[in-house]
């Protein structure tokens, strides 16, 4: 009886251990362009990629403090150009169980410049009811004009795995290839968008069956055919079976 409590204790620990493995990382896939691109279909090209798996950053990590991309020496830093997100929005799509929390989401932003033009790159981060920034994707490089709106940009993404239900905040931080450091950001949240971000990753996102859906039958109109022919034999069995049980039986001899 000890061994088997002890084996029991053993398994349990190794499950254990797999589940907070499990959940030190995130997996998705995203795919972005800019939004007057029509010739590229996000949806499309988001299902040819494969999934994105990222390490769950820990409590103790600061994103408040994220480290500047190209701040190495060398990179020119102009002091004429200033930066700001327009505008900025996001699209949540596919809830499959109806539940109102969904496993993917569309984001797209405007960054306009003061002054000339400029190439940019944007890294954009996800955050669950206040909990550490995690980075979820980074855009290619594209180049804005002033304040000229056709050169948004736009993100779609798929969660596959490791976000629980909630709602998230979407970090955007802006880079531009002309500064060493990052030029501009925004927080998409309730306050900014005016209502909550309900996001939960594919494996939250089941379409709920009914019990009685296992017994449910389902007749197209080509069955009824089939259906009204079995009927009418039947109805000549029992008929049949009625006339062989009315009629007399002959006496032998």
């Known amino acids: 009886m000890k061994k088997i409590l002890r084996l029991l204790f053993m398994l349990s620990g190794l499950l254990t251990m797999q589940i907070s493995l499990a959940d030190e990382s995130l997996s998705s896939r995203s795919a972005g ?10 949806t499309h090209e988001l ?5 994105v798996v990222r390490a769950k950053p820990t409590a103790a990590e600061n994103y408040d403090a994220l480290p500047a991309a190209g701040s190495q020496a060398g990179i020119a830093n102009r002091h004429d150009q200033l930066f700001e997100i ?24 405007d960054v306009d410049v003061s002054i000339d033009s400029a190439t940019l790159y ?17 855009t290619d ?12 940009y736009e993100v779609e993404t798929e969660l596959l795995e490791g976000y629980a239900p909630g709602s998230y905040s979407i970090l955007i931080e802006v880079y531009s ?17 005016g209502r909550d971000i309900l996001l939960e990753d594919l494996s939250w996102d089941e379409p709920y069956a009914s019990p009685h859906d296992e017994y449910s039958v389902s007749i197209g109109a080509g069955d009824f055919g089939t259906l009204f022919l079995f009927f009418l034999i039947l109805q000549v069995v029992i008929a049949a079976r009625g006339t062989l049980t009315l009629s007399p039986c002959k006496k032998r001899r």
């Open 47 to 51: 299902k040819q990629l494969p999934a």
């Open 141 to 152: 490089l594209f180049v804005i004009y002033g304040d000229d709106y056709a050169d948004a």
């Open 122 to 138: 944007a890294k954009l981060y996800l955050s669950r009811e206040g909990e550490p920034w995690s980075q979820y994707f980074t």
């Open 86 to 109: 327009y505008e900025a929005d996001v699209e949540l799509v596919a809830d499959l169980d109806g539940d109102y929390y969904h496993h993917a989401l569309n984001v797209y932003f």
């Open 33 to 42: 362009k800019l939004k007057s691109d029509t010739s590229i279909d996000l």
């Open 177 to 193: 290839l002309d500064h060493a450091y990052m030029v501009t950001s925004e927080v998409l949240d309730y306050y900014y968008l």
